[in-house]
């Protein structure tokens, strides 16, 4: 997935925030969550910590099914979790998955970028109070499962596409009234797709006669409007289109430019963020906020550091990390991923 720069195929490989894995049917698919060992060894040691004080704070901004957060529940029992989710659904069955520790857990119905009110809805500081944040970005397990949601291009479904299904447009909505310059612009700035203007042209002229409304139809025009060249090399063709609807109907990379500088200055000096990303423009957006804060303010070539200069974070990873062979073998969920983590290490004084 890293060399077409698309997030995961929706039929073979999409990205799961932490879904069940203790199925008692076996006839139900059983979900891994992606990098959880590798999580917990960058999250562990700042709750450790934390706990040898009392207590900790986590913050899973992408609740999903729950799978990360109950790991990390039993891992570390003085930790206190808060869990942010926009789908009312997830957050459901997340809540009954962890009743257990419901002592412990604050569950907030919230985009990711919703961390300093979910903060305040759990009585915190949005600075400095926090321990832990993990952002297990994209379409969850759960949303890429249920066919009538539209995420998945394997089946004829309704085009909705929208992560919190009682608010805002659908996928249908974008393809029926936005423009053909509109169209373009989504497709190839949210998927990169090559063949946009050609995609779009197809939309609107269909649309003319008969708008859209399920998964099915759009397929069939995406195998129509891609060269067979491309096709048999580029993957899916649909992947493309259907990954950028659903982020332009979702706001997701909106949400995560203001999510990722929410989260940094969340945390306590010491506090670790782990953010897994699936597609590149997800990773660009993290690499763009978390750089500048790993760099000294100082002049260049002065032989001390200048007061409240420094880098306010270190990173733990060397780049993007990616999933080893054995544990994309395990869990294929996992192929796409790209992870970066950072330690807060300065807090500079405003």
């Known amino acids: 997935m890293e060399g077409e720069n698309t997030s995961p195929d929706p039929d073979s490989a999409p990205e799961p925030s932490g879904a069940p894995t203790d199925s008692n049917d076996s006839s139900t698919p059983k979900h891994i969550p992606v990098r959880l060992?590798?999580?917990?060894?960058?999250?562990?040691?700042?709750?450790?910590?934390?706990?040898?004080?009392?207590?900790?704070?986590?913050?899973?901004?992408?609740?999903?099914?729950?799978?990360?957060?109950?790991?990390?529940?039993?891992?570390?029992?003085?930790?206190?979790?808060?869990?942010?989710?926009?789908?009312?659904?997830?957050?459901?069955?997340?809540?009954?998955?962890?009743?257990?520790?419901?002592?412990?857990?604050?569950?907030?119905?919230?985009?990711?970028?919703?961390?300093?009110?979910?903060?305040d809805e759990a009585g915190l500081?949005?600075?400095?109070?926090?321990?832990?944040?993990?952002?297990?970005?994209?379409?969850?397990?759960?949303?890429?499962?249920?066919?009538?949601?539209?995420?998945?291009?394997?089946?004829?479904?309704?085009?909705?596409?929208?992560?919190?299904?009682?608010?805002?447009?659908?996928?249908?909505?974008?393809?029926?009234?936005?423009?053909?310059?509109?169209?373009?612009?989504?497709?190839?700035?949210?998927g990169e797709e090559r063949f946009a203007g050609r995609i779009a042209s197809a939309i609107v002229r269909r649309r003319e006669t008969t708008p859209f409304t399920t998964s099915g139809p759009l397929v069939e025009l995406l195998y129509e409007s891609i060269p067979a060249a491309t096709r048999r090399t580029g993957g899916h063709p649909a992947k493309r289109t259907f990954q950028a609807l659903r982020v332009e109907v979702n706001g997701e990379l909106d949400s995560l430019e203001k999510a990722v500088p929410a989260g940094l200055d969340a945390l306590a000096v010491g506090g670790r963020v782990v953010f897994m990303s699936y597609q590149s423009l997800e990773d660009r957006v993290v690499k763009k906020h978390i750089t500048p804060r790993t760099k000294s303010r100082s002049p260049e070539g002065l032989p001390v550091e200048l007061p409240n200069m420094g880098p306010e974070f270190k990173l733990l990873t060397r780049g993007a990390e990616r999933a080893p062979d054995e544990e994309i073998e395990d869990n294929p969920r996992s192929a796409p991923v790209r992870l970066r983590a950072a330690e807060r290490i300065a807090r500079r004084a405003e």
């Open 125 to 190: 500081d949005e600075r400095e109070t926090v321990h832990a944040i993990l952002f297990d970005l994209g379409v969850s397990s759960m949303q890429l499962d249920e066919a009538d949601r539209g995420f998945a291009y394997s089946v004829d479904a309704p085009l909705d596409m929208r992560m919190n299904p009682t608010v805002g447009i659908t996928a249908a909505d974008v393809l029926n009234t936005y423009s053909h310059g509109e169209i373009a612009r989504v497709l190839s700035t949210y």
């Open 37 to 119: 060992g590798r999580a917990d060894e960058l999250l562990g040691p700042a709750l450790t910590a934390a706990g040898e004080h009392g207590g900790g704070v986590m913050i899973d901004a992408t609740l999903g099914l729950g799978g990360h957060s109950e790991h990390f529940l039993r891992t570390y029992p003085s930790m206190r979790l808060i869990g942010l989710d926009r789908d009312p659904n997830a957050l459901r069955l997340a809540s009954e998955r962890l009743a257990e520790f419901s002592s412990r857990t604050t569950f907030v119905h919230t985009t990711y970028d919703g961390i300093a009110m979910a903060l």
